[in-house]
């Protein structure tokens, strides 16, 4: 019996003839019960919002909410015609505005025309209170009859915040599906490709799809459990969370229990002692990957918190299948599940001689190049970050483009630039003057009114003379806050532009306190598995370089490829705590599995070669499977989404192939066992 044989795991011991069975009968059961009784979710919530309720624009939206007039959110039709309106489209126009009045039996405006008669604009008021799916009837409701009887040649678009929440609902009907479909697809292709195998990789893909659904019940069971509001774009992470990290771990542990089949007559007993020898960095990963996202709940951002511990819930799940339910499942059909190339007991281990063993020996023959070399690539694709631009307006949020954002562009084309969005004052009556004095004397401002007012609370609506969200815009809401604030210390600037202000403000400051988290708790877990302080230095550094090259990559292909003007706020933070936790995965498996051999062999550079030998095909294979599932976020209609997907993907790949595969050994090697100080392996 060889050293690895001796090791015992709590877990190993689900693992038996009988016990197998067992295992997954309750493991089936448990899994319908949670998908079938577990609570709906929340309704309505700013779940996807990136704005804290503390925000200035936050709460002047909370103040207004109280006027008479916030009970109504309009609904802006904008009528356009090439070559300008003339007098008899105005005329036409005004009796549908009539009759939009008549069929909802609401006071609906005139049309006001454009000063270069482009456009005219129709307000048409809706009830701010509306459910999603009345508020969806509603706008449809407004197009259909905008649309009717016009004059040849106008056409008809319908915006404001009804229609841009009606469309923002509407990109994302059918998303979970087309995502799980897709999602399912991806890693059943690489599955195939990985194990050459006709049926293997339907045991790993069913267990971990079963531990998807799971998930995702739980998510909503959550959700209705402690009212937390939830959206597509955060089932939508969680899912792939679930499906890239479990597809991961699943490839670890049938790589090491095929390695362990060629040692053992059992397959009960090879099992076990893969379980054994897998599951300590298994559970450090997935440890590291929960903590890191439970970070996020100290994050003012709604959206990120509500990734932090969705996506932590949806981590733990995939674990527990990954180590209760797989064991047991892989066994259960016993070697021929391998077939064509079923491991035999004696059989050579392909792995020590094979690619990587052969990349390994190079790598460490040279280790001075190799490490400078791999280290400076690195730093050059980070050199993309110098020119960095975070914060996409409204009308970038979309990958295909609403009507309610084309209106807004029209509109903005034909008026003044801040009339599609006007920002707004809460103040007290008796400031209402003082307040818009302030505000028209401030630079890129266009013009200040009140806008009505009850009791203690009064609205001035104030229409910027800048491009809604651009740096300008911003740049005019600071000095109209600080204009304001001097002569009513009480009032709170609110508005779109406002609020793009706010996010910025607020991402940054998630940014400054979760990540150093992060780092110490990448950085504990290392300490805790490795036993090592140069080694978790070492590995959390080139884990953070590969973090800050993808993310400089990312933002060429987007500024110079795509067209992107900007990252969304939420993506720098979000990407370092994928890449950060999940890309230290791959240094874990390596690093596990190199100290094991280093208590053999007692060589530094002979453990690390040895561990890049046995662990790179399957850590390669978890690489690209794990980028090709976060680059299925591209299927949901989001930028944010997209540019995750990208930067992830591509982050993954560079710390599977060029930190774990080339510059960790080749440090390692540079070290030696200086590596593994100050454990006893270094002395």
């Given amino acids: 019996m060889n050293r690895r044989d001796r090791r015992t795991f709590p877990l190993s011991h689900l693992v038996g003839p009988k016990r197998s069975i067992v295992v997954v009968l309750l493991g089936l059961v448990v899994a319908g019960l949670v998908i079938a009784f577990a609570p709906e979710p929340a309704g309505e919530s700013s779940a996807g919002s990136n704005l804290p309720d503390t ?9 207004l909410a109280e006027l008479p007039q916030a009970e109504e959110a309009p609904a802006i039709v904008v009528y356009s015609k090439e070559g300008g309106l003339a007098g008899q489209d105005l005329a036409a126009l005004s009796e549908r505005s009539e009759a939009i009045a008549s ?5 609906v405006s005139p049309p006001v025309p454009a000063e270069d008669m482009s456009a005219a604009l129709v307000a048409v008021p809706l009830p701010s209170d509306l459910s999603s799916d009345e508020n969806k009837e509603a706008v449809a409701q407004v197009r259909e009859l905008a649309g009717q009887d016009l004059p040849e040649g106008v056409t008809a678009e319908v915006t404001g915040a009804p229609a841009v929440q009606a469309d923002l609902g509407a990109v994302f009907e059918g998303a979970d599906i087309r995502l799980l479909a897709v999602t399912a697809g991806v890693v059943a292709l690489l599955l195939i490709i990985t194990y050459r195998s006709p049926w293997l990789w339907l045991v790993p893909l069913t267990v971990i799809g079963v531990g998807d659904r799971v998930a995702a019940r739980a998510l909503e069971g959550v959700s209705g459990a402690l009212d937390v509001g939830i959206d597509g774009s955060i089932t939508g992470i969680t899912s792939v969370l679930v499906f890239g ?3 991961n771990y699943a490839l670890l542990l049938i790589a090491r229990y095929r390695e362990e089949l060629r040692r053992h007559t059992s397959r009960h007993e090879a099992m076990r002692t893969a379980v054994g020898g897998a599951a300590p960095a298994i559970l450090s990963s997935s440890g590291t990957v929960v903590l890191a996202l439970a970070s996020l709940l100290v994050a003012e951002s709604p959206f990120v918190s509500s990734i932090g511990w969705s996506g932590a819930l949806g981590i733990v799940i995939a674990v527990a299948f990954a180590l209760l339910v797989l064991p047991s499942a892989m066994v259960l059909p016993g070697r021929w599940l391998f077939w064509p190339f079923v491991p035999r007991e004696g059989d050579p281990d392909p792995a020590e001689t094979g690619r990587w063993f052969r990349v390994g020996r190079a790598v460490t023959s040279k280790p001075w190049p190799v490490a400078i070399g791999s280290l400076a690539v690195l730093a050059a694709m980070a050199a993309g970050l ?9 009308s970038e949020q979309f990958l295909d483009t609403p009507e309610s954002i084309t209106a807004q562009e029209t509109l903005q084309s034909a008026f003044p ?5 006007p920002t707004t004052i809460a103040t007290s009556p008796d400031q209402v003057e003082a307040v818009v004095a302030a505000a028209n004397e401030v630079d890129g401002v266009e013009s200040a009114r009140p806008a009505g007012a009850s009791g203690d609370i009064a609205e001035v609506q104030v229409v910027l003379g800048v491009e809604p969200e651009s740096d300008a815009a911003l740049t005019t809401i600071e000095d109209l806050r600080t204009a304001v604030h001097d002569v009513d210390p009480d009032s709170l600037v609110g508005g779109t532009d406002a609020q793009a202000l706010d996010e910025n403000a607020t991402a940054a400051d998630d940014r400054s306190r979760v990540i150093p988290i992060v780092l110490v708790i990448v950085l504990a877990m290392l300490l805790i598995l490795l036993r090592s302080v140069v080694a978790a230095v070492v590995l959390c550094a080139t884990t953070v370089l590969s973090y800050l090259s993808a993310l400089g990559v990312g933002w060429l292909v987007f500024d110079h490829v795509l067209g992107w003007s900007a990252m969304d706020v939420s993506t720098p933070l979000l990407a370092f705590i994928f890449l950060v936790a999940l890309g230290v995965d791959y240094n874990i498996f390596l690093t596990a599995r ?3 051999e280093m208590a053999v062999s007692h060589d530094a550079t002979a453990s690390i070669v040895k561990a890049l030998a046995v662990t790179g095909g399957v850590i390669t294979s978890a690489g690209i499977l794990l980028a090709a599932v976060f680059a299925v976020l591209g299927v949901l209609p989001l930028v944010l989404l997209a540019q995750l997907g990208v930067i992830v993907g591509f982050g993954v790949l560079l710390d599977t192939v060029l930190v774990r595969g080339v510059a960790t050994p080749a440090i390692v090697s540079l070290i030696g066992r200086r590596f593994w100080w100050p454990s006893k392996l270094a002395r």
């Fill in 55 to 63: 925000a200035e624009s936050a709460r002047a939206a909370a103040t």
């Fill in 594 to 596: 190199a100290r094991e």
């Fill in 245 to 247: 990290a479990g597809t």
């Fill in 386 to 394: 110098l020119t960095l631009n975070t914060g996409l307006g409204q």
């Fill in 417 to 421: 630039a801040g009339i599609s969005s």
């Fill in 103 to 107: 069929e909802l039996g609401v006071e």
